[in-house]
């Protein structure tokens, strides 16, 4: 992140039509590099589908159409030249329910890895640095150094969730997307996941969308709260709980609707 | 409650109750005896058919050759010709069911397209195996000028099989976790890439069974290739496995026994119930081998 531009996400007047039923309207926002970003609103107010555009996956869901456009890092995502490919490589998402690939703890971790570079680069040492990288970044690789073999869907959903984001850092984002991503745990594991992204921050640019108001209260630095497709209010967390600007906002936050 | 309830009463059995639990037991029954229902003729059959044939059964009946105009003497020649047509068949309908399923699922949109071609697919599949016969006649036999041949034969099995393993295919393909794909695609794979090595590696016992399943039917049906393919006799060399090329034509079992049943007088009873146990053993003898491919794969499941 350069000094000049603090700005990792910049969007501009972004439209989206699901068929006929329009999901976003005018979205311009400009998203700090560097901290944790917070969405939240009630259901079906566009939080996801916002997120699935950072990295244009909403395209693989069909019928959905776009407008206007979506800056990250100096570069506008629907130009023709950018690869898709690339683009989910630096942009990576992590889910609601932990969806770890059904083989084995190392072989999620370097998926990405091996897909993306080319064969000759692989060399077994590198990969074991990956691993133990990134598992250490999640602070898994403690639990889980000796059981690097063992199938991923059979771990705690804790350490599954975690071992999705880690399977994300060997390819280096920039951007890591989370979508309500603690709302399948419990308590503890909640805390333990809140805690790692706490650690993520600063390296990565982290947007978070959560319906847990308390969750954004706690880990965002910025909080944004859409309704029925439009940005309604965005500004420093504390001032957005404390102190906000639009009415909307504040019957929200005290629950009196969503 | 104006009635007082006698508390020694409480959470007894009622007259309802009491019906219920043998409603309950009569509901269980009956779902029991219709299980049984469906595997004690299947054991009737294999049994009769067994000790019917018993007289005739031995390792040289299958590779022998027919003699005195069939009534006596082995089947080896249909034995081979429906080795021949069930793999020949497989080997072009599976690769290309598959594919087109893969297409079906992970690639298309869903528009008029693709819900015509699904529609077509489902009902093709109900197509009566004469009518793919008398196709396989008009196009392979004489449109392609194949001439009546294990490959003109086997095609039209091919056409006939196509329709179910893209079914079923499908239905595999669709019973992987959407959350998989999601997983893979954020992290920049390719649809391709995703399908290679998350999709097939966790369909494929799905894809093989329904596979499976058109065994038995392309090695039971007589239709199909009674005008493409399938003659009454032929000569072959005995004792080689590649005995029949691919423009001969061939015996086949289900024919075979068409003919010695209703064509030929005389025959031994317990030789027509032997070719019936030889085609069961051949269904039986290619499904064993896809079960156990099924098995590899899924232990080896690294590709």
Redesign the interface.
Known sequence: MTEQNPYAIITEDLDLWYGDFQALEKVSLNLRGGIITGLIGPSGCGKTTFLRCLNRVNERYGNVRTEGTINLLGKNIYDPDVSLIELRKSVGMVFQRPNPLPISVYENVVFGLRIHSPRSELKRSLLDEAVEQALREVMLWDDLKDNLKQKATELQLEQQQKLCIARLLPLKPDIILMDEPCSALDVEATAAVEELMLTLAGKYTIVIVTHNMAQARRISDECIFMLLGEIIEHDRTEQLFLAPKNPKTSDYIEGRYG | MSEPVDNAKRFTKTPSVVRKERNEKIAQFVFLSMTLAMVLPLVLIVGFLVFKAWPSLSLDFIFDMPRNGMREGGIWPAFLGTLYLVIISLMIAAPIGVMAAVYLNEYA??NWLTRTINLAVINLAGVPSIVHALFGLGAFVYAAKMGTSIIAASLTLAVMTLPVIIASTKEALSAV?M??R?????????RW?TIW??VLP?SISGILTGIILQVSRAAGETAPIMFTGAVISVNIAKDQLFAYGLTDECMALAMHLYTISTQIPNVPESLQFAIAVALLGVVLLVNALSISLRVYLRTHRKW
């Not at chain 2, 999601?182 to 390719?190: E, H, L, R, T």
């Open positions: 949109k869903d976790p959350s998989f999601q997983a893979s695609w954020n992290m920049g794979v390719s890439q090595r998350i966790n």
